[in-house]
Every structure is written in structure tokens, then in C-alpha cells.
């Protein structure tokens, strides 16, 4: 049973910084493309950042780029969301989802290409 499970969030001033984890289990992390996305309050889900099965290749939504890192540990089964320099427009819900991609080279943002989400976890910038 594919399981994703987000923790990491909390309440941070703006400037702040957060580290989000998503931990797998059901299926082999290698071979699946990683999502994080998040939703605030009355907005639609966006995609904020992916990485491919071996990491080699990652996207950001323009408003977190320079400001937000992904990166993956398939050995711990563990995705993370290293967030800084974080602003009150920032909060949100965020979730991790992902899909079986093989080894294909591709990351999409589209929340439409996720088949498995996790719960997600709350992040609040706020002074």
C-alpha cells in the first residue's frame, strides 16, 4: 500500500525557515517522481517544486525559486522541502504526491499527473 506521510511544518516568523519531510513506504521510491504541492486557504492546489526518480533534474514554481530546495534520499525513502527566507504569502498546506515514472527524465507540476498524495502538513509564516 502506497503510503506518503508529511511532517516538518509548524508556525515560523517571516524570514524564517522550515524543512518539510515526506516519508514513503508501499513502494520503491526510485522509480517514482516526487511532487511537493500546497493549497491556502480559499486558492486552488499549485505545484511548488519536483525532482525525478534519481534527482537529476528539478523544478520550482517561480515564487519559491531561490528560496525553496528539493531533494530526495531513496535509501531512506524520505523526500524533502528545505524552505527559507519564508513570507507570510507562503502559508499553506503542503503535500507531497508522487507517481510511477520508471526512470523517465520528467517532473511535471500538473497535480493531474500525482496518483498518490499524502495528508499533508500545515505551514504558517506569520510574525
Known amino acids: 500500500q502506497v503510503q506518503l506521510v508529511e511532517s516538518g511544518g509548524g508556525l515560523v516568523q517571516p524570514g524564517g525557515s522550515l524543512r518539510l519531510s515526506c516519508a514513503t513506504s508501499?513502494?520503491?521510491?526510485?522509480?517514482?517522481?516526487i511532487g511537493w504541492f500546497r493549497q491556502a486557504p480559499g486558492k486552488e492546489r499549485e505545484g511548488v517544486s519536483c525532482?525525478?526518480?534519481?534527482?537529476?533534474?528539478?523544478l520550482y514554481a517561480d515564487s519559491v525559486k531561490g528560496r525553496f530546495t528539493i531533494s530526495r534520499d531513496n535509501a531512506k525513502n524520505t523526500v524533502y522541502l528545505q524552505m527559507n527566507s519564508l513570507k507570510p504569502e507562503d502559508t499553506a498546506v503542503y503535500y507531497c504526491?508522487?507517481?510511477?515514472?520508471?526512470?523517465?527524465?520528467?517532473?511535471?507540476?500538473?497535480?493531474?499527473?500525482?496518483?498518490?498524495w499524502g495528508q499533508g502538513t500545515q505551514v504558517t509564516v506569520s510574525s
Open positions: 504526491a508522487t507517481y510511477f515514472s520508471g526512470l523517465l527524465p520528467i517532473c511535471p507540476m500538473a497535480l493531474q499527473s500525482y496518483h498518490y
Open positions: 508501499g513502494f520503491t521510491l526510485d522509480y517514482y517522481t
Open positions: 525532482i525525478t526518480t534519481r534527482g537529476g533534474t528539478t
